[in-house]
């Protein structure tokens, strides 16, 4: 599965994203957010584990 880590700017602050997948035209996109630093971290496979089921 493609995964693309990088960091969008937002209100003068910096935020981590994390996209797998693919993005397409009329498909159903989750979008997870934690609280604090190192926030991917603490998903740990989570995102994973929704798009296999």
């Known amino acids: ?25 009329n498909t159903p996109t989750i979008v997870l957010l934690h609280e604090g630093l ?4 603490m998903w740990k496979d989570i995102p994973e584990t929704y798009l296999r089921n």
Do not use: R
Request: no cysteine; glycine share 6%; charged share 25%.
């Open 38 to 41: 190192g926030s991917l971290e």
């Open 1 to 25: 599965m493609k995964k693309h880590n990088y960091f969008q700017n937002v209100f003068d602050q910096q935020l981590e994203v994390l996209s797998i997948g693919e993005f397409e035209n």
